[in-house]
């Protein structure tokens, strides 16, 4: 289906509309459906504020890669960042590290998906025949992102309305429901498992980064790009915070791995329940449905840099799609998912991002640098100097800290894969 045509290019497609709805699915996914019942076993009434207090804290992060964004107009993102400022085997293994960790995501949600399937159909538990579903839907996403960017785009622009209308009125029809006492923040409680919980709330906010991969089928990416991580990242942690907050007050405890299916049954009887599960599912396909589209941007950016076997960088003759790349990640999502849970999968895809994230921000003083003058000129500015990339650095050594040896060890198994992709590629290109 794919014929070598490594000399095509992509269309710049995506307009600030479109990007911040890219933004949107890469934050607002399986997080906010699998977390609330964590957050509240963790802090109880205090759980909305943790919501603000990480944030707060991510804005940082987000703040930081606006800036960097605004030097780049073509595809990569963090890859095309580290790599100007450190060179290639770093920008590889920083890409390398994102790409793992959007897969890793992907698994992880198309898992809480099925989860929440379970409650309308049996055949969702685990199994073989969850494992059959899983690798349909997997087909069924590679398949619509090889057709073409403007179909995946449609796709994620309808599920992106599919679930955040629902969302908003969720939070309206509970929103009467909240006490007067829950409006303030009460004492901070003692957490127990607190590393779990912690990279738990930054998986919810991760995934803003998936749409700096696409900067070269995005319209005047330099300003269109920082603007829709900052517009999608204060409006998602406004609908965290009050979901959030609607949960705390009116859902009973011990909702399992659903915690919102409770909550939508008392709010809208019983009908509210599946009303839930549908939204999740939307929400989630959304989610992946971007994670699609942009992981497959970073393997064939990293193709193009010479980091990878140009396979990945073949381009579809007909659909001008990194077909290659599509394929490759289709078949490795499929392995994790069948072989992993939500939980675990969603904290080693946050590892994975946050020390991704912080070689990336250190990289914006050496970006700054090499700029020309026009582009320092027309970046996207940072109050205060470094004060906020450096704080962005502590935020994500701070997450790296609350990790398990195991998601370690995960780690670096897979980074020791890339590392073979790697230097392999050198070895042959040389060879030539």
Known sequence: MT????????????????????????????????????????????????????????????????????????????????SKAYGPLLGFQTGWLLYIGRIAAFAANINLLFDYAAYLWNGAEPGMIRNIMILVVVVALTYINIVGVKKAISAISVLTYLKLIPLILLILLGVSYIPMENWTPGELPSMDDTGAVVLLIFFAFTGFESALASAGETKNAKRTLPRALLIVLIFSTVVYFMLQLVY???????????????????????????????????????????????????????????????????????YYTPSNSLLFQGVLVVILAVSGTFVYLAVAGTLARMIAYAISISALPMVRKNATEEEQKNSFKIPGGYIIPVIAICVCIFAMTQSEVRNWIYLFSFVGLGSVLYFSNRYFKGKE
Do not use: Q
């Open 248 to 318: 705390v007050s009116v859902a009973p405890p011990n909702n399992g791995d659903a915690p919102l299916v409770e909550l939508g049954r008392v709010l809208m009887g019983p009908v509210g329940g599946v009303f839930i599960i549908m939204v999740a599912i939307f929400s989630i396909l959304g989610n992946v449905a971007g994670i699609v589209l942009f992981a497959s941007r970073s393997s064939y950016a990293m193709a193009h840099e010479g980091s990878l076997p140009m396979w990945f960088g073949n381009v579809h003759e007909k």
């Open 3 to 82: 014929k070598n045509n490594e000399g095509a290019t992509l269309k710049r497609d995506i307009g600030i509309v479109a990007a911040c709805f890219l933004v949107l699915n890469g934050i607002i996914g399986a997080g906010i459906f699998g977390l609330p019942g964590r957050l509240v076993d963790a802090a109880g009434t205090f759980s909305p504020w943790l919501i603000l207090i990480f944030g707060f804290l991510t804005l940082t992060v987000v703040w930081s890669f606006a800036s960097l964004a605004s030097y780049f107009s073509d595809t990569g993102g963090p890859i095309k960042y580290v």
